[in-house]
């Protein structure tokens, strides 16, 4: 059964910085792509970032190009995001998902999600 | 960025209606869409991939079908556990875009 549990969410000041974590497990975790997928409290789901099999690609929304880093671990099957400088308006839910299709960018399996509160 | 623009936003319905959800590229996407379901408190399902593809285990009433820029989602007869936020998202271009949800509420 394939699995992916976010962990690292939790209350930061402003300007302050988080590491959230993706633990993945029930696939082979080095041949997919995987995004992280975040949504402000009762707001809609907006990209955030992806990372290749290999690590190789990263791709990032304009917004947070430069703030946040997106990063695996094949062998520990393991998706990381680092998150700098954070502002009120990252305060989100954030999801790690699975692209199962890389044409049609297809996130066939998510987690269920840490919060990450950013207030002072 | 492509913008993808559901309708309606919300709707009600009983149980057994026919619902149907669109959502409108700002620009061509080919069939570079997809659709989700969000429960409050769940993780988001994958339903729909390139535009009328059900995945694998998603109920046969669940379809979904593109005519140029616009795509529908249609529940044929919307059942207890369907009420539910459904989201499109193209695949087409990075930023990978969403829409804005519909929520389905029992009427």
């Known amino acids: 059964e394939v699995q992916l549990m976010e962990s690292g969410g939790g209350l930061v000041k402003p300007g302050g910085s988080l590491r959230l974590s993706c633990a993945a497990s029930g696939f082979t975790f080095s041949n997919y792509t995987v995004t992280w997928v975040r949504q402000a409290p009762g707001k809609g789901l907006e990209w955030v970032s992806s990372i290749s099999s290999g690590g190789t690609y990263m791709y990032y929304a304009d917004s947070l190009r430069g703030r946040f880093t997106i990063s695996r671990d094949n062998a520990r099957n393991a998706l990381f995001l680092q998150m700098n400088s954070l502002r009120s308006e990252d305060t989100a839910l954030y999801f790690c998902?699975?692209?199962?299709?890389?044409?049609?960018?297809?996130?066939?399996?998510w987690g269920q999600g840490t919060l990450v509160t950013v207030s002072s | 960025d492509i913008q993808m623009t559901q309708s309606p936003s919300a709707l009600s319905a009983s149980v057994g209606d026919r619902v149907t959800i669109t959502c409108r590229a700002s620009q061509y996407i080919s069939s570079y869409l997809n659709w989700y379901q969000e429960k409050p408190g769940k993780a988001p399902q994958l339903l729909i991939f390139?535009?009328?593809s059900v995945h694998s285990g998603v109920p046969s009433r669940f379809s979904g079908s593109a005519s140029g820029t616009e795509f529908t989602l249609t529940i044929s007869s919307v059942q207890p556990e369907d009420f539910a936020t459904y989201y499109c998202q193209q695949g087409y271009s990075t930023p990978w875009t969403f829409g804005q949800g519909t929520k389905v509420e029992m009427k």
């Open positions: 998902a699975r692209v199962g299709d890389l044409v049609a960018q297809t996130y066939d399996y």
């Open positions: 390139a535009a009328s």
